[in-house]
């Protein structure tokens, strides 16, 4: 769609990785991954931040397998003495468990296996956007985080109201004023993922004494396709405490009827390529075309379906 690589800002998103040791938990394989075969010096140079990146990474998750084992060898010894405890038990069952997840993690980290999560982006993670530069009118591809801090908001503010990793479009003239008609933008996905409630998706209510039960459930369009996602964003300057990064938020609005009927009351909006032009370069003075853009999103059917780690 035209968009330049922003090889500076995913440097940048790199390195702070590094410092904050990070990278596996908020930077997705499917992003990582296509810096392992470099086509120029600008990806070269990211690729050599990615690996001190992915060296510090892994350094965490090693010293915490190390701290674990020292906590599981003390409390396996308290319990083998005249006077076992309650401590050292609950110490043996949390270190056994934290053991083996930061092993799991680390396999999936040196494993080449793409699955269900290779590619799957959490609020908080990093994702490619593609947005149009304020100064120049250039289209790029940008890591931004996804979750939006909203102009005027510090870092205690979001943690306050972690919730603006989407925008809901009736919301848009309101809270989302100062990027809507301004900082639009586009991700590419082929699903996306709900909690919703049990009873919710078996279309029925709660029988006395039962308690709400959350799933997951997965929707993908059909016919199946690449949905182009609309997106605000927003970039973050830096600070003396904290890196400039940019960070979205995906536009969701009134479910259609299939995804209502699986319990989830909102839904992201794919726009119809022939629209995303128009998107991309919004003018503020005529929001009403912007919100019409938004009101006729693909025509597809949702299918859903529970994850194959929910089935086990």
Known sequence: MGGTLDVHAFAQMMEARRSTGDLFKTVPRAMREPFERPRNEGEKGVREKMLEAYRAATLVIEEEIATQTERLVKAEAVLASPKPTKKAENDKRVATNKIAAAR????????????????????????????RDPATGARMI????YRCRLP???????????????ARKDKLSTVWKKLFGYNHGVI???????????????????????????????????????????????????????????????ITRDPPPEVAAAGHDRCVIALRPENIDAWLEPDPGHLSEMLAILDDPIDAFYQHELPERAQR
């Open 104 to 131: 799991e993690r680390l396999e999936e980290v040196q494993s080449e296996a793409k699955s269900d999560g290779y590619g799957r982006m959490w609020p908080g993670q990093f994702a490619p956007v593609l947005i």
């Open 142 to 145: 940008v890591p931004a985080r």
């Open 152 to 166: 005027g908001w510090t870092k205690a503010d979001e943690l306050e109201k972690p919730g603006t990793y989407n």
């Open 188 to 250: 590419v996905a082929r699903r996306f993922y709900e909690s919703v409630s049990l009873h919710r998706l078996q279309q029925r209510e709660l029988v006395p004494g039962e308690r709400d039960i959350p799933v997951e459930i997965r929707f993908t369009p059909e016919p199946q396709q690449e949905m182009f996602l609309a997106c605000l964003w927003r970039y973050v300057e830096a600070t003396d405490t904290e890196e400039g990064f940019y960070s979205f938020a995906a």
